[in-house]
């Protein structure tokens, strides 16, 4: 089992860039492949990035964030990272970080066991 708890999240001009962390805890974080997803009232939970076991070797991002986010683990650390860059006003959402066992159905939230409860990223135009 394991523990997550965002952070890092705020108020952002468009085309600033925010850095959010996810804190794990629980002796087997890297037995875990993470993911982040995002939400806005009224509509599902949405996939943005997906990180693998090791992280160097399997990331993926959806279309919306591509060439913008980028999402890094440190399991030394037990914490994986998403790093947001030239920040949009449909970015606003609260994101979450995510845990599975599975490596496959990434962008699927119910393939993730684990949430953390979320932080809230707002983006002005």
């Known amino acids: 089992q394991v523990q997550l708890v965002e952070s890092g999240g705020g108020l952002v001009q468009a085309g600033d860039s925010l850095r959010l962390t996810c804190a794990a805890s629980?002796?087997?974080?890297?037995?875990?492949?993470m993911g982040w997803f995002r939400q806005t009232p009224g509509k599902e939970r949405e996939f943005v990035a997906f990180i693998g076991r090791t992280g160097s070797s399997s990331r993926y991002y959806s279309d919306s964030v591509k060439g913008r986010f980028t999402i890094s683990r440190d399991n030394s650390k037990a914490a994986v990272y998403l790093q947001m860059n030239i920040l949009k006003p449909e970015d606003t959402a609260v994101y979450y970080c995510a845990a599975t066992l599975q490596n496959s159905r990434r962008t699927l939230y119910v393939t993730y066991n684990y949430w953390g409860q979320g932080t809230q990223v707002t983006v002005s135009s």
């Open positions: 629980g002796p087997t974080f890297s037995t875990y492949s």
